[in-house]
């Protein structure tokens, strides 16, 4: 599928070149100071056998059962999104596709369709709460909810289960344009996308887990600053001394040695660690970032935030960790927690201005139905920076003007909701190296993942590096370049051959300057009243000139990492041709740069602000403090668009705190009984974090 790899190369997960400016003020680290996973050795006669493909591989798979390799699961579901095997061109692949699928299916350390959620189907009418959205934040909030065993919890997810071909690391972004990608694009861009019309692409998650599961897996929590303003804002019990223990409440971090307990924790339902396996490569993109003077971080969630590093990810022993995986399977069994698959809420019920339950269409067989729930305490909705503030205006939530525009009954004129919406913004730079473009999936690589979880497979390659420096526009204390890198990822073959070569070219890796602290700000309306028909997104991109100069300054810097001793031995060959549409300036100049960024605009994944924050003197603010909606009793968001200004870094991990923090916010409103966590984490941390007394987990 060739627009799902382009869409990743274009945005977040694979990427990324270059850059140019030594900056004597960045203190370089050491890079021998990084501590290196061990691998595990594969086995001589294993691997011989493994070439011989690919009726080898069903030979080894009946005689090498100690390898754990099986080609059927004990455990069946119909619930699942789509096979792996549509999503490489050439039928060789379609062959090598679905075995792969096949095996993964069948092994429960990757797939665990023994331990998944099942769905029910028809729904109960009453609930104590609904949540709207089964995905990266909706599943931690449904699964702390259900802590509390009198309550009972309906969660509505619009697509299907997550498909365990998404599990590998290596097959990031291969569902992205399937049906579980909601597949949006932004509209009347004037300032960005130009070379595809003004209009970008903004995939999201439509499966239980949300974009957790198409996601880079890197695990980012932004800067302390970010959370600080937050909390400058009005928005009291968001500074960064009070969310951390949010984010440390979830975390089960395997590598606690290495990042240490001030700022991490074990024990929690999410596991963190770095992938087991990372290119060659990466040493030296490392030393060629010490060599521009630029520092290595351990650690972009600890006390040096600034830096290049191999990041940690939300994935276990080399299998993705999605919110769905972490959050709702071990909670299978409880009776007060209930999902809802292919359900998508259209309406939210409100009764003298308060939710009381929620309209939703649930895809069957042969028809399709719409259905209602009833929530007796609350309804939460969160179903991303786009659904979210969707679903509200289609509940009559919103700017006045703009629902009686679309025939949309007014409940409560709440103008921000919609509006103050944000994304990081980048550009990506390719080079070509002189190493054989090998293809990194072929038959050993993929038997090595299914029988181990390593390998190839087990990472997303290069993008598991990413680097956060400070532009000359902003300080050391809060840094405005984030770069991704791309390449080396285990996935099509663009020539369709398996174990060929990836493409008749030479291999290419790249560079993603990114703007996280962007300044321009977009806007969400509704293209209708027809709840299934696409909302009108206007991300307004680069249409603050400072946006632009950031993201020149990144470029620079990305050129200067490509011009280095370090990498020297690669050859690294520039290969972004020259844009008809800027051919009035000198290539790579910065006024060609300016031009260049407007035409091939990466849109970047990390969407916010569309249902901000604040306090109730800010006539723009959609929800209060505690994440209740300004006007309306009984209803909360929870997700990305509560952010008031985006994070300054990935954004899942903000969004797991986000629905911890709304579970606490819920318990504590409702009088619940505190519960016990069984984490470990520095324990001064918890004794500065008043309101948290902990969570236990089962
Ligand atoms: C390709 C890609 C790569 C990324 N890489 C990274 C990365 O490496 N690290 C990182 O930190 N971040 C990354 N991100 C961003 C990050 O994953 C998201 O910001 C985050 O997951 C969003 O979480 P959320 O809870 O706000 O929304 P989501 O996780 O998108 O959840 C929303 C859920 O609500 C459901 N829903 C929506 N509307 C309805 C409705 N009406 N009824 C029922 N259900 C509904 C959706 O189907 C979805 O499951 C990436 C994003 C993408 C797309």
């Known amino acids: 599928m060739a627009s799902s790899s382009d869409e990743i190369i274009s945005s977040e997960d694979s990427r990324r070149s270059v850059g140019a400016s030594s900056r004597s003020d960045l203190m370089p680290g050491r890079v021998s100071g990084f501590a290196e996973t061990p691998l595990p050795q594969w086995p001589n006669d294993v691997a011989r056998e493994l070439f011989r493909s690919p009726s080898s591989l069903v030979e080894i798979i009946g005689s090498r059962m100690s390898y754990n390799v099986s080609v059927s699961s004990p455990c069946s579901t119909p619930y699942l999104g789509p096979s792996l095997a549509q999503s490489c061109p050439g039928s060789q692949f379609l062959t090598f596709m679905t075995l792969l699928d096949t095996f993964i299916r069948a092994q429960d350390k990757i797939s665990q369709l023994c331990e998944r959620v099942r769905p029910v189907d028809p729904p109960e009418y009453y609930y104590d709460f609904i949540v709207v959205g089964g995905g990266t934040a909706g599943s931690v909030v449904a699964s702390r909810l259900s802590d509390i065993p009198e309550w009972k919890v309906l969660l509505l997810e619009a697509g299907p289960d997550e498909p365990p071909g998404a599990e590998a690391p290596s097959m990031v972004a291969m569902f992205l344009g399937s049906a579980i990608d909601w597949q949006y694009r932004t509209v009347n861009e004037s300032n960005a996308c130009l070379a595809t019309g003004g209009s970008c692409s903004w995939p999201r998650g439509k499966n239980l887990g949300g974009t957790s599961v198409h996601n880079g897996m890197m695990y980012t929590r932004g800067h302390p600053k970010d959370y600080d303003n937050w909390a400058a804002m009005g928005n009291e019990g968001w500074s960064w001394n009070e969310v951390l223990p949010y984010f440390m409440c979830s975390e089960n971090n395997t590598e606690i040695n290495r990042v240490g307990r001030k700022y991490h924790a074990t024990g929690g339902l999410l596991n963190v660690e770095r992938f087991p396996w990372r290119p060659n490569i990466s040493s030296d993109i490392l030393a060629a970032a010490v060599e521009r003077g630029y520092p290595l971080t351990e650690d972009h969630n600890g006390d040096h935030f600034l830096g290049f590093t191999v990041a940690q990810t939300t994935s276990k022993d080399g299998v993705r960790q999605s919110s769905a995986a972490a959050f709702l399977r071990p909670f299978r069994h409880r009776r007060n927690l209930q999902v809802a698959l292919n359900a998508t809420a259209t309406k939210i019920i409100i009764e003298n201005a308060k939710a009381v339950g929620v309209q939703y269409y649930q895809v069957g067989i042969p028809h399709g139905e719409v259905r209602t729930a009833r929530a007796s305490r609350e309804v939460i909705v969160s179903g991303g920076a786009v659904n979210s503030p969707q679903l509200l205006l289609l509940s009559g939530i919103g700017p006045k003007e703009h629902l009686q525009a679309v025939n949309v009954s007014v409940v409560k004129d709440l103008p921000g909701v919609g509006e103050n919406l944000q994304n990081h913004v980048s550009f990506t730079l390719s080079w070509t190296i002189n190493v054989p473009n090998a293809f990194e999936l072929n038959w050993a690589s993929a038997l090595e993942y299914v029988a181990f979880q390593r390998g190839p497979m087990s990472s997303t390659g290069l993008a598991q590096l990413t680097g956060i420096l400070p532009s000359s526009y902003t300080t050391r204390d809060h840094p405005d370049l984030q770069f991704f890198f791309g390449g080396y990822q285990a996935s099509c073959a663009t020539t369709g051959e398996v174990g060929a070569l990836m493409s008749d070219g030479p291999r290419s890796i790249s560079i993603s300057p990114t703007n996280i602290r962007p300044r321009s700000r977009g806007t969400l309306r509704l293209a209708s009243n027809d709840p299934l028909q696409k909302p009108l997104i206007h991300g307004n991109y680069l249409s603050d000139p400072m946006d632009t100069a950031i993201l020149v300054e990144g470029i620079q810097i990305a050129l200067s990492l490509g011009n280095t001793s370090a990498l020297q031995k690669y050859n690294m060959t520039l290969s972004n041709a020259p844009l008809s549409a800027c051919s009035r300036y000198q290539f790579a100049s ?101 309101p948290w007394k902990g969570y236990h987990s089962q």
Request: aromatic residues 8%.
């Open 590 to 690: 910065n006024e060609y740069w300016s031009c260049a960024v407007r035409q091939d605009t990466g849109p970047e994944n990390h969407q916010a602000g569309s249902c901000k924050m604040g306090p109730a003197s800010d006539h723009m603010a959609v929800v209060d403090p505690k994440l209740r909606v300004h006007g309306i009793r009984g209803l909360r968001v929870a997700d990305t668009s509560i952010m008031p200004q985006v994070i300054s870094g990935n954004t899942a991990a903000p969004a797991f705190m986000i629905g911890e923090r709304a579970a606490a916010f819920i318990k504590s409103d409702w009088g619940a009984t505190e519960t016990q966590w069984y984490g470990r984490g520095s324990s001064s941390m918890w004794k500065t974090s008043t």
